[in-house]
């Protein structure tokens, strides 16, 4: 079982950065590709950015301006948010599978409750 906690949201002005976190539990935190989504209002889900042990993932619309990290030692997983735009506005989710990471919010099987961000302009 895996159980996952975001934190970080909040407001914040366009241009502006946030850091969000995600507590993951379970022994076998390294063994699992984590990643983080985001849903509009109004919109459907979408991939933001995923990472296992060898590789990372971006959506072309967070590259390089969003950057995913994790911290085995600490179970936790991390979306450095730069350059932030109003259409970051969203619910945002993190999400863990075995095996690769992938973009399909199908292939994961554990959700966290996610953290809201709203980016004013």
């Known amino acids: 079982q895996v159980t996952l906690v975001e934190s970080g949201g909040g407001l914040v002005q366009v241009g502006g950065s946030l850091r969000l976190s995600c507590a993951v539990s379970?022994?076998?935190?390294?063994?699992?590709?984590i990643a983080w989504f985001r849903q509009a209002p109004g919109k459907e889900r979408e991939f933001v950015a995923a990472i296992n042990w060898i590789s990372t993932r971006y959506a072309a619309s967070v590259k390089d301006r969003f950057t995913i990290s994790r911290d085995n030692a600490k179970n936790t997983l991390y979306l450095q948010m730069n350059s932030l735009k109003p259409e970051d506005t969203a619910v945002y989710y993190c999400a863990a599978r075995s095996g690769t990471p992938t973009m399909l919010s199908v292939d994961y099987g554990y959700w966290g409750q996610g953290t809201t961000v709203t980016v004013s302009s």
């Open positions: 379970g022994r076998t935190f390294g063994s699992y590709a």
